[in-house]
């Protein structure tokens, strides 16, 4: 069942999930750096490329596509992942490539994607980190509310800003009534999610009050333990000012105040021609320019997502 899929207390390697609204704001570069930090401290790391359609980060890592691939596990040609991840050239670090998209992959059928969120749970690492693709479809949002450290990457500027709260409250929506076991049920408390305040967002204890009846005692329970577990966390990347470094402390504040979510605002990444210059040349910034400020930054908020990382 979805719900239990959806139980990130359940796995076994810890799974680190980059998301957005919004697209090109960073979630693959990051991804790859991320990944190469970690690797460096001597863990075992596989990047999956979940972005399914969109499939880069084996362009980033400047590797060629020629064994297997995630679009083999998803057209049935192969029922493992494991024998999909391949060797990136830095020590401990793998990666899952997302292959040659077929036509309507990012389709993916429930049971298909079912299928795929349980194999990625069993991949054998100390960290699996999923690149995902842009947006609040189920066949993204899934892939993020499996990770226990959730992770949605924004550009400091309101259109970003805006769809990263809209990721957040869909996230939220979509992991609580999968707690609904009743049909009718679900549709009403789905009604109740409706905009409400400046970024559409409104507190989901509110929600749940509104509720009312509805839920039976049980419910309500998983639900507000739930809620209570639903931490996400927040990198802001291509900031250039003072102020851009210090907005992810006010939605911080937003998240907590308007939604009642928990959100860990983990640093900034600034704005850097380094960062085009690696993305163009295929070399991984971390690998090219170790000592850049860029380099330094990423380092920091990986540091901050590890703090406590067992869970
Ligand atoms: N801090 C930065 N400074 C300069 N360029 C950056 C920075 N971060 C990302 N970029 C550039 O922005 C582009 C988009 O980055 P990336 O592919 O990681 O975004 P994405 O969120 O994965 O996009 P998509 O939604 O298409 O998957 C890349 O060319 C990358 O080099
Ligand atoms: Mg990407």
New binding site residues.
Partial sequence: MLRDILDCSQAGGIIIALG?GK???????LATNIGIHIAGLSKKVILVDA?LG?ANLHTYLDLPLKGLTLSDFISGKVSNLAPAAIQTGVPHLSLIPGGKAPLGVANIVYKKKMALLKAIKRLSADFIILDLG?GVSFNVLDFFLIAHHKVV?ARPEPASIENFFQFIKTALWRRLTTLIPDLSTRKRWEASFDQEGEWGVKRVAKIISEAGGMLNEGVRKKIEEELARFGVKLIL??TTTPDHRTLGYSIEKVCEGAMGVALQYLGY????LQ??ES?RLRKPLLLKYPDSG?AKAIRNVTNRLLVGYER
Avoid: A
């Fill in positions: 957005s697209g090109g704001v960073g979630k693959s570069f972005d969109n842009t990457i990347n291509w990444i600034d704005y850097d960062v085009e993305t860029v």
